[in-house]
């Protein structure tokens, strides 16, 4: 196909029937036929799911239901659509900084209204050429080997194409995803020699904040806002390392001011919450959980602890106990038929009723929890686990409590952020000194089983190694260093004895459990190079 | 962004835009009355009828963006987007959108620009302004247009030049000149000299700013609108 228009599937989303044919006849006259239209974003997100397309223009604006912003992030989020495939936002007057506030999608290309056949041919094309351009690296870097993808990038950047910065740029942020701090400065600062442009200035914001120096960066991000007001990602990260500097009200008044200029990003809504409710401040806590969860309604991102966090934030607030069980309600209401779902909205149901003072309220919930947790909870997310454990045991469960903090503490035992939640809880149900020795007793465990299995790789034992390694995985299957040491484990294994189909499957799994928790991890990709080259 | 000849405050701004729109809107309305024959029903559609109206109905366009960017511009509530921009590209895009206009009403266009130009600005404001320039000169040139970009002395000159009689004397020079308030037909290009300049002038970088800049002369004769982007 080339870079021909021709023979392109196309989606029409738009909620408007004419200006759905206008579209149509546009494309017709550019030479594609193949195409295909829907008149809301559940029917756009059916069609892709149900399809392959290579291009969807979608309008921004769809009237009830889902914008075509929260289309693209779901069909982004839940893997529907291809690298390859073009995703343009059509958008009427400045719509530009509700799409462009959005953290984590973005369309590859806006189109405002009114335009000509001309201009969407000008741009179609112009967008196929560079997926084109990018297909080799893209595909790197949906393959995991992110090595190879920076390797690629350099090729390209020799080459000094005239889109040189946005190869720059890419490999600037992979190089932020291995870890390769140095590299990952030299990138930038290059691009920086040009122009400040603010993907390189927050770049370097990020390496400072990674490296721990936590004024710098913030510095950084502060110069960066104060010459690129409208780019998002500066304020984030900014509220991110003010955070991290324990200065909590700082980081709400940076967020504040990014909801202000984008208030449709549904999780900066919801980091705006958490962090009023962390600064005790539950009124702008209500509020922006109010909003979270007004806009979680058609968005990917929605979670039940939006609602627990509005009802929270309504009982601090002194609300009437109505108002939060409409709340709680409305949390059932909206995730019927997710267990999962249903499962975190009891915990957070028995954690809000506890504070209320409604201890029998609070307990059914609670065994409503605990029949859900038999079918669902291992596959609970941490805070979800931790919830659970809270409260069992605040009804006096201590068997159970305990079971899943060591579940919770042997699954992350060297993750500082997660003990600190789990130590949080234990201070919380009065368990303080207990559950300082539980938390260390589960670490030593894992630490020395995980030990073991290190000598016995430095002795070149490795089937060994790769039994115990195994055991121990599945045992804890979310500890970070045991998938890793087992997927070293059988990859060195396999480098000395040949790659062999069953060991590669699990190497991969384990892989992939360490992207899933801790996609930053440095080893993770030395390894899946390592796990590339040898599936050859 | 001071001007400080310039106490353009946003109800003005309104009310002539309001009262631009209505014109236009007027001339469509006429011009689509004239276009079907009441009587016997026949349709009398000429290309210089369709250029009117496409003309009116980008002048409307042109308005309504400019009213939305000036109205969040006063409130501090509009951050740029600047971007890397392929210039060449830019202009383009800018001709094959004013293309079906031009046509229709006979004017030629030429466009030069360097095709490995670089710029950084914020390319959904410039296209806004470089319409309004390019719809203007379709109103005032003879037959001709030429659209031209270039880098000078560190600034990115973006020139529409016509071969029409050229700018008032009142208007020449940088900077967008008032020609007295309350005049609601030179108020028409009032408010598009003032949102040219607000965004020209919104580009910044170090202690460089942008701006515009009336001559007459140039490659064609007429008038030069030039827009300075740092």
Known sequence: MGTDLKGRRVLVVDDFANMRTTLKHMLEAVGIRDIEMAANGREAVGKIERGDFDVVLCDYNLGEGKDGQQVLEEVKHRGLIRHSTIFVMITAENTMNMVMGAMEYRPDDYLTKPFTKDLLRRRLERQVARKADFQTIERAIQNKDLLKAIELCDGRIAEQPKNVNEFLRLKGELCLEVQDYDQAEQVFRQALERRNLPWAMVGLGKIQYQRGDYPAARDTFQAAIAEHKAYMEAHDWLARTLLRMGEGQAAQDVLNEAVAMSPKAVLRQRTLGEVAAGNEDHETAERAYRRTVTLGKESVFRSPSDYAGLAQAQVRNDGSPLEVAKTLNAMRQDFKGDQAATLEAAVAESSVYREMGREDEARKAFEEAVALYETVGGEASTQVALGMAEACLAFGDRERGMAIMEHVVSNHHDDEAVLGKAQGVFDKVGMREEGEKAILASQQEVKQRNNQGVSLVREGRLEEAVALFDEVVGKLPFNTTANLNAAQARLMHMKQNGAEKEALSRARRYLECVRRSDPQNANLHKLWSLYERLAG | ?230
């Open chain 2, 1 to 230: 962004m001071d001007n400080a000849d310039t106490q353009l405050d946003f109800a003005t701004v309104l009310a002539s835009s309001i009262h631009d729109m209505k014109n236009s809107l007027g001339m469509v309305l006429n011009a689509l009355d004239e276009v079907v024959d009441a009587e016997t029903g026949e349709c009398n559609c000429t290309p210089e009828r369709v250029a009117q109206l496409q003309y009116e109905a980008k002048r409307v366009n042109d308005n309504l963006i400019q009213l939305l960017t000036l109205y969040k511009m006063e409130r501090g509530h509009y951050g740029l987007n600047v971007d890397e921009v392929d210039v060449a590209e830019f202009m383009e895009e800018s001709y094959l959108k004013n293309k079906p206009l031009l046509d229709h009403k006979g004017i030629g266009i030429d466009l030069d620009v360097d095709g490995d130009l670089l710029a950084y600005f914020d390319p959904y404001l410039l296209d806004g302004v470089v319409d309004n320039v390019v719809t203007n000169a379709a109103r005032y040139t003879r037959d001709r247009l030429r659209l031209s970009a270039r880098d000078e002395d560190g600034y990115l000159h973006i020139c529409v030049e016509d071969n029409g009689t050229g700018f008032p004397e009142a208007m020449l020079g940088r900077g967008a000149r008032m020609q007295g308030e309350g005049d609601f037909a030179a108020g028409r290009t009032q408010l598009g000299l003032h949102f040219c300049a607000m965004v020209a002038g919104a580009h910044t970088a170090g202690d460089r700013a942008g701006y515009i800049e009336l001559t007459n002369g140039g490659e064609l004769g007429g008038g030069c609108f030039s827009i300075y982007l740092p």
